[in-house]
């Protein structure tokens, strides 16, 4: 499959930003890696093996379960609703060119998030136990957030007020970006025995640096906000200096104060 096939493929899945500009984000983000895992299936099925087939399964699985999850909290959360009103009035006064800019920049970067899968399959790599290797960190990331995903659900019905220390938050406060690392620095992994000259890695380690970024970035902006709703809580403040914000057994408590994460 030729490059720009594989992202027009990104860019027409993400085009959903169109209607509210951070849909390019978020459910347009799920849906374009579902569908360049189902590009990469029926472009080099009949080259593909077991692993690659579970390797694509997991982009389609995983890009289809973000983008319900969003969809179902947007209509169903009226919380969620009040944070994404503005955000909605914002798209509609928001440039044109300035949609296309964000358009192109998300189409280009799920391409990069996933190419090291993309250049196996491309280059004709045999199945090997790096392969293996990433695909079972890809595994353990998207179970990550389901898991991180369903026991905040579970604690917010209980009391929507209070922030959640239970289940995988014991461990990490952001678990969701945690599983985004590990899925992503699986499908880096993927690839890393297959890649052919330094261009293909220059490709595949920049966006894995970038989804990173945005990961941290993305940390960042959630302790900014929960600071805000919980920074009187005792319990509150006692959770934030001894649970690591993402990174499990690293003692990195705070993100707030790196700009360079300023998205």
């Keep these: 499959m030729n490059y720009w ?13 169109f209607r509210a500009y951070i849909w390019f984000f978020s459910v347009g983000y799920g849906l374009a890696i579902a569908a360049i895992g189902v590009a990469l299936a ?24 973000l983008s319900g999850y969003l969809l179902i909290r947007e ?3 009226a919380a969620y609703r009040k944070v994404l ?15 296309l800019a964000l358009w192109v920049t998300c189409g280009l970067l799920y391409t990069l998030m996933t190419i090291p899968l993309y250049f196996r399959l491309g280059n004709g790599a ?6 293996w290797v990433g695909i079972v960190l890809m595994v353990c990331g998207v179970t990550l957030e389901t898991v991180a995903d369903l026991q905040k659900s579970r604690a917010k019905k209980k009391n929507s007020r209070r ?18 690392l590990l899925l992503w620095l699986g499908m880096l992994l993927t ?71 300023v998205a």
């Design 191 to 261: 690839g890393v025995t297959a890649f052919e000259g330094v261009w293909q890695w220059i490709l595949a380690l920049l966006g894995f640096l970038l989804i990173a970024w945005v990961m941290f970035s993305g940390a960042r902006r959630l302790e900014i906000r929960q600071d805000k709703f919980y920074g009187e809580d005792p319990e509150y403040q006692k959770y934030v200096k001894t649970v690591p914000i993402i990174l499990p057994f690293i003692p990195l408590y705070s993100v707030k104060r790196h700009k360079f994460l």
């Design 5 to 17: 096939i594989f992202l027009l493929v990104s860019l027409v899945a993400c085009s959903v930003g």
């Design 85 to 99: 009103n503005p955000e909605i009035e914002r798209s509609k006064r928001m440039p044109i060119v300035a949609k």
């Design 126 to 131: 045999e199945s090997d136990a790096m392969l």
């Design 75 to 77: 209509f169903k959360s």
């Design 163 to 180: 922030f959640v220390d239970t289940g995988v938050y014991r461990f990490v406060r952001c678990p969701n970006y945690l599983g985004e």
């Design 42 to 65: 029926i472009a080099f099925h009949s080259t593909m093996g077991a692993p690659e087939w579970i390797a694509c399964i997991v982009l389609v699985i995983y890009g289809f379960r």
